[in-house]
């Protein structure tokens, strides 16, 4: 059986990240969890879930323009049956995210009442973002404060913690991007990689993009044919279709061989900008949802 390459990412300043959110809980009154909505799952650092679960969370679903509408509603059931907190946002224009108040507002109203009891007119409630590098998290920050955090569209790049007022009554606690040491499976390793969350200069971006296209194929062959002009065929393969889609692109090299690894970054680049279309790459558990 062929061996499945392990995707693994854990800087050092990532360790040290997950000190720092341990050591900052005590400060804050809930959590702020950013996660991509097209992979809700993979975009979950499971450390994080366990350093911060005493804490009340908000799950901020980003991304959510990019992802399928009716699957996004199953996952919003899903998490808010797990208790938390629910929202779907688009934090590079902005979209969803005045609702963070609100409902940063009923996730703690027993805290906040007990706070006015005590004397308190307008008690401040201090919030940790969290989530793993390229969710959306700094750019959910930059919209919710109007452009006082630093955002760089990089994985990895928000390094120092910093508080950054929202209004009187709201202050952010930014943490950098965590991933954990380990994906125990290789797809959570593929999924990450397919969204931009793992540095492209750490992959075999041809691999990468072979695994995409037997994907999509198998889900969405019609977007490939719309897109790139290419049949798929039964039994085609990733990287047979990779090589179709650049043959048709006109990426060739001497001895018209095709350019598959310029193909591979388009294919990466067109998917991770919502060219391809809107999906959902992983299933919620079934619940009841309201249209």
């Known amino acids: ?58 799950v901020v679903l980003n991304k959510a323009d990019m992802a399928d509408a009716a699957a996004t509603r199953r996952w919003c059931a899903h998490f808010r049956a797990a208790g938390y907190a629910v929202m779907t946002a688009d934090c590079k224009t902005g979209a969803g995210v005045q609702k963070c ?17 005590k004397g308190m007119k307008n008690p401040t409630v201090r919030l940790m973002v969290v989530g793993i590098p390229n969710v959306g998290k700094s750019s959910f920050i930059n919209k919710l404060t109007g452009g006082k955090a630093k955002v760089e569209d990089r994985p990895g790049v ?25 994906f125990d499976d290789p797809e959570v390793g593929k999924r990450l990689a397919f969204t931009g969350a793992v540095k492209d200069d750490v992959l075999d971006i041809e691999e990468l993009a072979c695994y995409l296209m037997d994907y999509l194929a198998a889900h969405y062959a019609d977007t490939l044919t719309e897109r790139y002009k290419i049949e798929v065929e039964p039994g085609d393969t990733g990287c047979e279709l990779l090589e179709k889609a650049g043959r048709k692109r006109g990426f060739l090299m001497r001895g018209a061989q095709v350019d598959t690894e310029r193909m591979a970054r388009i294919l990466l680049d067109e998917f991770r900008a919502g060219k391809l279309g809107r999906f959902t790459l992983e299933t919620a558990p079934t619940e009841e949802v309201t249209p």
Do not use: C, Y
């Open 1 to 58: 059986m062929e061996q499945k390459p392990q995707i693994q990412w854990f800087p050092g300043h990532m360790a040290k990240t997950r000190r720092k959110i341990t050591e900052n809980l005590s400060l804050v009154d809930a959590v702020a969890e950013v996660v991509d909505a097209r992979i809700p799952v993979s975009s979950r650092n499971p450390e994080l879930s366990a350093l911060i679960a005493a804490k009340p969370r908000l």
């Open 101 to 117: 108040v609100p409902l940063l507002h009923e996730l703690l109203a027993d805290k906040l009442a007990a706070k006015r009891e």
């Open 158 to 182: 928000t390094r120092s913690k910093q508080w950054v007022p929202v209004d009187p009554t709201l202050e952010l606690l930014d943490t950098p991007g965590i991933l954990w040491p380990k």
